[in-house]
């Protein structure tokens, strides 16, 4: 338990390097006037683009919130 905020902080980055590519990549720019079949798949592919996002932000968060109580509670030596 006492390196699990190290694991957390690297899924937290990873988690947000691939929203940031996700949503560059694979969701892009919306379209001037899209079908709606291009709307539906543009924001399907932006929602799941910003979730990705969301969830490597809160790991991040949560592994500095871990890092810092650790460093707070640890016994002295």
């Not at 691939?18 to 079949?37: C, H, K, M, R, W």
């Not at 910003?50 to 002295?76: C, D, H, M, W, Y």
């Amino acid at each position: 338990m006492k390196n699990a905020w190290k694991f957390a902080l690297l899924v937290g980055i990873a988690s947000l390097c691939a929203g940031f590519v996700y949503s560059f990549l694979i969701a892009g720019n919306p379209y001037q006037d899209p079908t709606p079949e291009l709307l539906e798949k543009y924001n399907r592919n932006s929602e799941t683009g910003e979730l990705l996002l969301e969830i490597g932000f809160g790991l991040t968060v949560f592994a500095i919130v871990l890092f810092i109580s650790n460093r707070l509670f640890q016994k002295p030596q």
